[in-house]
């Protein structure tokens, strides 16, 4: 074009790009892909492992034994109760449970060496029904004798005697008492009303073994 005196015309020279601009697109780009599949990845194997893993286990500690299943169950198959070493020392005990033949129940009762008898007699022992002659409470073999004095208010004690809380009667071992027909019984009551000693438990004696025959 001719040209006129004091207009200039349009620059015939282009821009110059910038020869770094591809290569900061391309980085931008590659950070994006990285981006991106590192989060997939992520959320994957998280969702996989949640699928996978097992909810945790609670542990639930097994029920603790009844105590009564631990002691000795007289039968007339199996009456042993205890060993003659089990009971070594005067005034040592023994709980057990003995089977009654007509009712089939299972009697809580205790046996008692005796001071001054025979560990191969049954006379050297004392064994008595733990359920209390009217049936309302149940017996304890007291070696406490300080126990004796605060709960039973009796202080003349000078070795265990049995016990009912619920009358505050006191049994003593080493007497006896008469029943009618002239029966004697161990236990004679030295402290309160009860209507009578506690029922006895026939013993026998067999090599080292003791036996529950039966209850009174």
Known sequence: MPLIPGVTGPSSKLPRRNPLLPLIIAFVVLGLLLFFGARWITHGRSSESARVEPPPQIEVPPPAPDPSSLLPHATEANPAIAGIA??????????FFVRNRLTGENIPSTIVRLPGGSATSPSGY??????????????????????LKDEYGFRAANHPLV???CSHTL????????????????????????IRPP??????????????????
């Open 171 to 194: 049994y003593d071992p080493l007497r006896f008492a008469s029943l009618p027909g002239n029966i004697l019984v161990r236990g004679a009551i030295v402290q309160g009303s009860d």
């Open 163 to 165: 016990g009912n809380h």
């Open 86 to 95: 089990d009971l070594a020392k005067p005034w040592s005990f023994q709980d």
């Open 126 to 147: 004392w064994a008595f029904s733990r359920k209390a002659p009217d049936g309302s409470c149940e017996l304890e073999y007291i070696t406490d004798l300080q126990k």
């Open 199 to 216: 029922f006895g438990v026939e013993l026998q004696i067999q090599g080292k073994r003791i036996l529950a025959i039966r209850s009174e």
